[in-house]
């Protein structure tokens, strides 16, 4: 076989395991069903999240696949690396030195209770302790210290999303319900009898947090930020 062939065939597969070597695997994004922010929709990821996420990853090139997480099991699966990226408050993290965090929030999120009276004076986080409360499984929000009986909260039981929170919430199982103000209007809207009021607590920034186990990690994650800059326009939406 002539010499010159074979270095041609060579040169050929070498090139062509470089590329595949340098090829980017499309990112998992890890995700919780919260709607509207996130959630399942025709097997497809949907909301003003997601949204952004789409934005976003349109304007790098980069691409990527959403896979939706138990709640209960989320924090456990994105600290173990079993997705690539997620959006989330910075509390969630409890690892923070093992992701890389964005520059730019994407997205922010309202704290409060959810409650069937309208004279409740709450304010913040400790104006809770006086009542019966229901919690969401799997949520931080947005504190690093638990709010069980321990510390002196009353929690009369965890639901698994708002919509369960809600209809406990209906039959009387609690005064409030600890969740965020979005999520609340959607439940708002198929429980029409229920006079819910919502009682703004705090704020949070949602942030995305790139695995650096990730191949390529902090070029990625200086690609994302850049284009953030670009989709993210100030005051950002609850």
């Known amino acids: 076989m002539n010499r010159s062939y074979l270095f041609v065939m060579f040169v050929f597969f070498f090139n062509l395991e470089a590329f ?35 934005l976003i990853f349109e304007d790098t090139k980069l691409t990527y696949s959403a896979v ?3 709640n209960k099991r989320a924090k456990l699966y994105i600290t173990q690396g079993r997705v690539d990226f997620s959006t989330v408050i910075e509390s969630f993290i409890s690892t923070p ?7 730019l929030p994407i997205y922010r999120i309202v704290l409060g209770a959810v409650c069937l009276n ?3 004076d709450i304010q ?3 104006d809770l302790k006086k009542l ?11 504190t690093k210290r638990q709010i069980n009986e321990q510390s002196g909260f009353n929690i009369e039981l965890h ?6 929170a809600i209809k406990a919430l209906k039959y009387k199982r609690a005064d409030c319900v600890l969740g965020y103000e979005s999520p609340t209007r959607v439940e708002q809207a198929k429980h029409p009898d229920l006079r819910l009021t919502f009682y703004k607590i705090d704020e949070f920034p949602v ?14 994650m200086d690609t994302i930020n850049q284009h953030i800059n670009r989709q993210i326009t100030p005051p950002a939406l609850l």
């Open 207 to 220: 942030y995305l947090y790139l695995n650096k186990q990730v191949k390529n990690a902090p070029n990625i």
């Open 124 to 126: 913040q986080l400790n």
């Open 20 to 54: 595949a070597a340098n090829v980017q695997r499309p990112l998992t994004w890890g995700y919780v069903n919260f709607a509207p922010y996130h959630y399942s929709e025709n097997a497809n990821v949907a909301g003003v999240i997601a949204q952004q996420v789409k």
């Open 159 to 164: 639901a698994q999303n708002h919509d369960s």
């Open 132 to 142: 019966r409360l229901i919690l969401l499984s799997g949520y931080t929000y947005g």
């Open 118 to 120: 309208d004279s409740f």
């Open 68 to 70: 939706e997480l138990p």
């Open 97 to 103: 030195d093992d992701f890389l965090k964005s520059n």
